[in-house]
């Protein structure tokens, strides 16, 4: 297959065109085929050099490169106006004269009719005499040239929807070129895509309605009309198309937290289906998987829980070389790269590493606990503290006697636990009863891997420094609640 994305310069990459721009890449890759970028730039205004390089580094970032391109709509506008031309000289569109207060009314009109065509115009151009509109043309007043849409119906097999049928009296006589002989975006892209022999058409729902514009025009100029698909638009997740609130944002901005694969992953399950349960894929996968027959026809939602829960899953499943890379590269963004503070032992941050990813969602969250084995203080969430260090005096009792037992202790998983077992069993307590304050204690969390490989990766210095900070921690906030007490209780 032959396929294009064609974004507008005038906005970021966001989550919808990544979508249709990710469906057409994986249709290149698995047919064989080829993948055109082309920026459709004709709106001068709006269109920017910064948008069109945050485009293609979204694009890159994701890993959806392209054959061809990137082509600009802007390079053919000439081309454009000789097509809207050549339909005028074979009588397939007409000039029209509107005044701006004509035109205005015509809209009125066409919003009271729920949108129903009107034809005012087509209309206006019919009571000319013969001869006028050529003769006003040559005199230079402005016009512009409408589209002659024929009578009948436009009818296309559609790959998502199947059969498509739109009356061509419900749709209006459409503007090719402007006043100042610019092309409008329905001529251009006809000509674009029979330029490049585009020879299947995959956007979403929203370009439903330029189908059959489309269609007629590519038939009227003698072009090869290509295969149509239409996506279902994503929803958020009050079944509302997709906005800003509900994450429609730059792709970039997902480039902080989400590996590029998860992404991709995510991307492909809206509003496609591999046919089974099957949701964790690699790139590869989804290519030999991907099909038209599998794309759903009704919205897909997105689901950031979701999204963070399969980068997650990447985060588990990438290779430990390229993860900490990866974690270093933000360490040192962060400035956190003190080589003096990586334990010297033997595959040591590799195995933190694969610790800690199995509970982290995104490469930040992965980055803050990497820190926490790291010099540094460690900030107690206030939830943990009140959970698990509630009785103040007995999480004292309990930190100064593992800090007794873990300072003779032989530091490997083991031992540690052999410790600490040993520890609850003569305090006639479960094990559970110390291990949740020394977690506090070591991480601020009330949560974490298991509290032994917690105790090797920290290493013994920093383990015990830690125990140490927390009584200190807790012996203050006694102190503070018992002169909080005899000020409550001392005479007037």
Same mark, same amino acid.
């Given at each position: 297959?032959?396929?294009?994305?064609?974004?507008?310069?005038?906005?970021?990459?966001?989550?919808?065109?990544?979508?249709?721009?990710?469906?057409?890449?994986?249709?290149?890759?698995?047919?064989?085929?080829?993948?055109? &970028?082309?920026?459709?730039?004709?709106?001068?205004?709006?269109?920017?050099?910064?948008?069109?390089?945050?485009?293609?580094?979204?694009?890159?970032?994701?890993?959806? /490169?392209?054959?061809?391109?990137?082509?600009?709509?802007?390079? +053919?506008?000439?081309?454009?106006?000789?097509?809207?031309?050549?339909?005028?000289?074979? =009588?397939?569109?007409?000039?029209?004269?509107?005044?701006?207060?004509?035109?205005?009314?015509? +809209?009125?009109? %066409?919003?009271?009719?729920? =949108?129903?065509?009107?034809?005012?115009?087509?209309?206006?151009?019919?009571?000319?005499?013969?001869? @006028?509109?050529?003769?006003?043309?040559?005199? $230079?007043?402005?016009?512009?040239?409408? #589209?002659? !849409?024929?009578?009948?119906?436009?009818?296309?097999?559609? *790959?998502?929807?199947?059969?498509?049928?739109?009356?061509?009296?419900?749709?209006?006589?459409?503007?090719?070129?402007?006043?100042?002989?610019?092309?409008?975006?329905?001529?251009?892209?006809?000509?674009?895509?029979?330029?490049?022999? %585009?020879?299947? !058409?995959?956007?979403?729902?929203?370009?439903?309605?330029?189908?059959?514009?489309? %269609?007629?025009?590519?038939?009227?100029?003698?072009?090869?009309?290509?295969? #149509?698909?239409?996506?279902?638009?994503?929803?958020?997740?009050? $079944?509302?198309?997709?906005?800003?609130?509900?994450?429609?944002? /730059?792709?970039?901005?997902? +480039?902080?937290?989400?590996?590029?694969?998860?992404?991709?992953?995510?991307?492909?399950?809206?509003?496609?289906?591999?046919?089974?349960?099957?949701?964790?894929?690699?790139?590869?996968?989804?290519?030999?998987?991907?099909?038209?027959?599998?794309?759903?026809?009704?919205?897909?939602?997105?689901?950031?829980?979701? &999204?963070?829960?399969?980068?997650?899953?990447?985060?588990?499943?990438? /290779?430990?070389?390229?993860?900490?890379?990866? !974690?270093?590269?933000?360490?040192?963004?962060?400035?956190?790269?003190?080589?003096? *503070?990586?334990?010297?032992?033997?595959?040591?941050?590799?195995?933190?590493?694969?610790?800690?990813?199995?509970?982290?969602?995104?490469?930040?969250?992965?980055?803050?606990?990497?820190?926490?084995?790291?010099?540094?203080?460690?900030?107690?969430?206030?939830?943990?503290?009140?959970?698990?260090?509630?009785?103040?005096?007995?999480?004292?009792?309990?930190?100064?006697?593992?800090?007794?037992?873990?300072?003779?202790?032989?530091?490997?998983?083991?031992?540690? @636990?052999?410790?600490?077992?040993?520890?609850?069993?003569? &305090?006639?307590?479960?094990?559970?009863? &110390?291990?949740?304050?020394?977690?506090?204690?070591?991480? =601020?969390?009330?949560?974490?891997?298991?509290?032994?490989?917690?105790?090797?990766?920290?290493?013994?210095?920093?383990?015990?420094?830690?125990?140490?900070?927390?009584?200190?921690?807790?012996?203050?906030?006694?102190?503070?609640?018992?002169?909080?007490?005899?000020?409550?209780?001392?005479?007037?």
């Amino acid at each position: 297959m032959r396929v294009r994305f064609a974004p507008s310069p005038t906005g970021f990459l966001h989550v919808g065109g990544a979508r249709t721009a990710l469906f057409n890449w994986l249709l290149a890759r698995q047919s064989g085929g080829t993948f055109v &970028l082309r920026i459709e730039d004709t709106d001068r205004a709006r269109s920017s050099v910064a948008m069109t390089n945050a485009i293609r580094r979204g694009l890159e970032w994701l890993g959806i /490169d392209w054959d061809e391109g990137p082509y600009f709509q802007s390079d +053919r506008v000439a081309e454009h106006t000789a097509a809207g031309r050549k339909l005028l000289a074979a =009588g397939r569109a007409y000039r029209d004269f509107s005044t701006p207060e004509e035109l205005a009314r015509d +809209r009125a009109n %066409i919003a009271a009719l729920a =949108g129903e065509a009107t034809r005012a115009a087509r209309r206006r151009a019919e009571s000319l005499a013969p001869g @006028e509109a050529d003769e006003r043309a040559a005199a $230079g007043e402005p016009h512009a040239v409408r #589209f002659l !849409v024929p009578e009948g119906s436009t009818e296309w097999e559609d *790959a998502v929807h199947g059969t498509m049928r739109f009356r061509n009296q419900d749709i209006d006589d459409l503007v090719i070129l402007r006043a100042d002989d610019s092309p409008t975006y329905n001529l251009a892209v006809v000509c674009d895509d029979a330029h490049v022999r %585009i020879d299947m !058409v995959l956007r979403g729902d929203d370009h439903l309605s330029n189908t059959p514009k489309q %269609i007629l025009l590519a038939r009227a100029l003698g072009f090869p009309v290509p295969r #149509f698909g239409h996506v279902p638009l994503i929803l958020g997740g009050d $079944g509302k198309r997709l906005s800003k609130r509900h994450g429609a944002t /730059d792709i970039a901005e997902y +480039r902080r937290d989400m590996l590029p694969e998860a992404m991709v992953n995510f991307l492909a399950l809206l509003g496609w289906s591999p046919g089974d349960d099957r949701e964790v894929m690699d790139r590869e996968e989804i290519i030999r998987r991907f099909s038209l027959g599998r794309i759903l026809r009704k919205g897909a939602v997105f689901d950031a829980d979701k &999204l963070a829960w399969l980068n997650g899953r990447h985060l588990s499943r990438m /290779d430990l070389a390229r993860l900490e890379a990866l !974690v270093n590269a933000r360490l040192a963004d962060l400035q956190q790269a003190n080589e003096a *503070a990586v334990q010297d032992r033997p595959g040591w941050s590799e195995g933190l590493l694969d610790m800690l990813r199995a509970r982290a969602r995104s490469v930040d969250a992965l980055v803050r606990n990497v820190l926490l084995y790291r010099p540094g203080e460690v900030r107690y969430e206030p939830a943990a503290v009140r959970k698990h260090w509630k009785r103040p005096a007995q999480a004292q009792e309990y930190l100064e006697a593992l800090r007794r037992v873990l300072d003779g202790c032989e530091w490997q998983p083991e031992p540690l @636990e052999h410790a600490l077992r040993g520890l609850a069993e003569d &305090l006639g307590v479960g094990a559970g009863r &110390l291990i949740h304050p020394l977690r506090v204690a070591l991480t =601020g969390q009330a949560v974490s891997p298991g509290i032994f490989d917690v105790l090797y990766y920290l290493g013994k210095d920093l383990s015990l420094d830690r125990i140490d900070r927390a009584l200190e921690t807790l012996a203050a906030g006694q102190a503070e609640l018992r002169a909080g007490t005899r000020g409550r209780t001392a005479p007037a």
